[in-house]
């Protein structure tokens, strides 16, 4: 499958911004869907995930009540609504994707496909 990220830009801190990712290909349903992101001189974090039927989602604790992730099987698309944003939220973000996982992840290493990822920066 692959996955293309959109909706990045610069945003002020206390703002809004919603990232989506297309995943080209059939049964989008049967993947689990991930967002990850790397700031720089870090390393890649996970900051939340989805099931494949959208019904359970996880978060990092530095992003949640702040951060949604949603899917829309018919589009095969997720999205990722950031509110209240702040610098600290500067990153490239990526979407990730696995195939027929039932239990969320939330380590790289469980992810299959990537996208080619979206900067988001959050300006003081």
């Known amino acids: 499958v692959r996955l293309v990220e959109s909706g990045g830009g610069l945003v002020q801190a206390g703002g809004s911004r919603r990232l989506s990712c297309v995943a080209s290909?059939?049964?989008?349903?049967?993947?689990?869907m991930a967002w990850f992101r790397q700031a720089p001189g870090k390393e890649r974090e996970f900051v939340a995930a989805?099931?494949?039927?959208?019904?359970?989602?996880y978060y990092a604790d530095s992003v949640k009540g702040r951060f949604t992730i949603s899917r829309g099987n018919a589009k095969n698309t997720v999205y990722l609504q950031m509110n209240s944003l702040k610098p600290e939220d500067t990153a490239v973000y990526y979407c990730?994707?696995?195939?027929?996982?039932?239990?969320?992840?939330?380590?790289?290493?469980?992810?299959?496909?990537w996208g080619q990822g979206t900067q988001v920066t959050v300006s003081s």
């Open positions: 290909g059939q049964s989008f349903i049967t993947y689990s």
């Open positions: 990730a994707a696995v195939y027929n996982r039932v239990i969320i992840a939330t380590m790289q290493s469980s992810y299959n496909y």
């Open positions: 989805i099931r494949r039927s959208g019904g359970s989602t």
